[in-house]
């Protein structure tokens, strides 16, 4: 609860994060941020930073997905943020958005793709296209997998595959969370909840 992940490229600009809430207009409670701890050498590894609050959330922790359920090609997922709609990236959205995807690259092994070769196969994922995309602002946003009782996030939002289409809509790079779930456990001092949720 007093553990965030985010994307390390704008990791580094926080000063606070606010939980549950679906608009802008009635944000929830705001967390400060104690320490922000990057990847090392994030740029060129995995784009991903831990946030330790100063106080925890009352918010339940979501569940990360192990290797096994962490997003096969094909499969559908999904992917939530507060993104620009539009393809150009500069229409933000007011209102948390969602939408569903379907992987097309499980371990970003396709270099045409803007994969990083220091962390394939596997280190990261390819989903979305053809319209259906995350985009500018969704950075660090989560991708979920259904599994059979639930949720669990898979992946979070780096950054666009590389095209000569627009900024958005062409599909989406996210860290592979099972990836890096040991390093935020050994960075973090805190044990993440794996595998599929638990039936409430």
Known sequence: PDVVLTAAHCGGIATGVTL????LAERGPRYAIAEVLPYPEWWSTFDVAVLILEEASEVSPGRVATGEEAGADGERVTVVGWGATD???????EALMQ???W????DCSGAA?????????????VAGGEGVDSCSGDSGGPLYVWTSAG????GLVSRGVESAGPACGDGGIYVRVDAIADWVESESGRELSRGEPLMV
Do not use: K, M, N
């Open 20 to 23: 549950d809430h679906v608009t």
């Open 151 to 154: 949720p669990v996030v898979a």
């Open 113 to 125: 793709w803007g994969c990083r070769s220091s962390v394939q196969p596997g280190g990261e994922l």
């Open 87 to 93: 393809a150009d990236g500069e229409d933000l959205s």
């Open 99 to 101: 939408v569903d995807a």
């Open 103 to 106: 992987v097309w690259d499980d």
